[in-house]
């Protein structure tokens, strides 16, 4: 991967920027991904469907896992009908749900140095930094670095979708 050499700085200003603090950075070491995502409670449909997917298990296991993690609000924003053609297709649900999952622990300070991250979809999402903002394709992070046990979670205002080829 092509790395993109930030200053301390940026990065300071990028987790105050989008809700956090370098310093202070959310813990939640006793729980895993899918109890702290549950836990927050803005990620119903994310949860819903992982566990649909089969997916909920995987992450909750050891990892460690990066997970940029779609709000209900972001959820929202997808047509009704490409949700309910993914809740009927659990392979094509599966596809999307990995494509927000990359293997290994990844920081916000190590993600803004990122051009892309192979997912484990087995496709690549393009990672980009404007200003104090950071985008995962074209999905913002909102707040980023909340960790779990077995992991990180960086919230993000969109859905991703892998491309077809």
């Known amino acids: 991967m092509k790395k993109l050499l930030l200053p301390i700085g940026l990065v ?3 987790a105050v920027s989008i809700g956090g603090s370098p310093a202070s950075a ?10 702290t995502a549950q836990a927050a409670g803005n990620f119903k449909t994310l949860t819903k469907l992982a ?10 296991k ?30 094509k649900l599966r596809a999307v749900l990995l494509y927000h999952v990359v293997a290994g622990n990844v920081p916000s300070s190590e993600v803004v140095m990122l051009k892309s991250a192979k997912t484990l979809n087995g496709k690549s999402v393009r990672i980009r930094v404007s200003g104090n903002n950071v985008f ?28 077809a080829h």
């Not at 566990?51 to 909750?60: E, I, V, Y």
């Not at 995962?136 to 892998?162: C, E, M």
């Open 12 to 14: 300071a200003a990028l």
């Open 26 to 35: 959310q813990r939640n070491d006793e729980m895993n991904i899918v109890q």
């Open 51 to 60: 566990r649909k997917a089969g997916l909920a298990g995987t992450l909750s």
């Open 62 to 91: 050891p990892g460690p896992y990066t997970v940029f993690a779609p709000t209900d609000a972001a959820f929202r924003k997808v047509p009704a009908k490409t949700l309910k053609s993914l809740g009927t297709h659990p392979a």
């Open 136 to 163: 995962v394709n074209s999905a913002k992070v909102t707040k980023p670095d909340i960790s779990a046990s077995n992991g990180v979670i960086h919230v993000i205002n969109r859905v991703l979708i892998p491309p």
